[in-house]
């Protein structure tokens, strides 16, 4: 039972951009078949795959802020410079409206994703440097976050900077700090749970991007191109900036896709709840972080694949 649970994990994982795609399309033409997903659980589920992500960390993972603080400072700097100005830029030339830019501009404030991990690891990027750098983010977040937000949306739309702040205290903090607890406190429990968090997280982030999907599918069928072409270039232009930076100061191959990485994928997810937590007036500020959360999964995907026919192209 076990290994076959494993495996399932695995092929999951391995697969999960596909099965993104595949029910994020559900969701959106057929929405009735994901509404049983409530919105009030995006909140819950989150916190799944945060304390997924916590129950495989150990406090000794948390070493490469120390020993490489120089790294980790460029990759906090850039997460939090490059993509809420591109979010900012793109959204202006764009001429979003309100609500979206709300939305887009929340996705570029919030820390990367736990996504970027994987990715780094199938890109054959530094995985450590990447934990190092999702880590830290995500603790700068609750300040971050909602000061950058405010930064580039206070002449546009209240933003409830404390409200946000709680919100990433109870959605992203507690859960990583009490994985890490119970792995420092019972690593035999943790190390048997190990093949199943895999398969427990993609289920969470599939329920997540089915619920935001099928419940915003007319919004996002209405101004779908356009968030789109945002989206896109957002990621990617993300990914560019990342690789651009770590070229500039000539970091080696792994520490440069890593720091791409980190900076191209958003914790989208966050972002869709936070908009629903910090614009409750604005419906359409959940629709960037949903769109988002489907596109970075497969370009993601697509990434990791070059990146590593490209390497052994070079040996």
Known sequence: MKENLEKLGRFIGRYMALIVLALAALALFVPASSLW????????????????????????????????????????????????????????AFSLDTALLAGVILVGTCPGGTASNVIT??????????????????????????????????????????????????????PIALGLILNRFFPKATRAASGFLPLLSVAAICLIVMSVVSHNAEKILTSGAVVLAVVVLHNLLGYACGWGIGKMLKME???????????????????????????????????????????????????ASFLRRRAKGAE
Not at 54 to 81: N, W, Y
Not at 134 to 140: A, C, E, F, R, Y
């Open 253 to 303: 191959r792994g520490k440069t896709v890593a720091l791409s990485v980190e900076i191209g994928m958003q914790n989208s997810g966050l972002a869709s709840s936070l908009a629903s937590t910090a614009f409750p007036d604005l419906a359409m500020a959940t629709v960037p972080g949903a769109v988002f959360s489907v596109w970075h999964n497969i370009s993601g995907a697509i990434l």
């Open 121 to 174: 690891y199938l890109s054959g990027g530094d995985v450590a440097l990447s934990v190092g750098m999702t880590s830290v983010n995500t603790l700068l977040a609750p300040a971050l976050t909602p000061a950058l937000t405010y930064l580039f949306l206070h002449t546009g739309v209240h933003v409830d900077v404390a409200a946000m702040f709680l919100s990433i205290l109870q959605v992203v903090i507690l």
């Open 37 to 92: 997903v409530k919105t009030g659980w995006i909140n819950y589920l989150l916190m799944v795959v945060m304390f997924g992500m916590g129950l495989t960390m150990r406090l000794s993972d948390l070493k490469v802020v120390f020993s490489r603080p120089k790294e980790i400072l460029v990759g906090c700097a850039a997460q939090f410079t490059v993509m809420p100005l591109l979010a900012f830029l793109l959204g202006k």
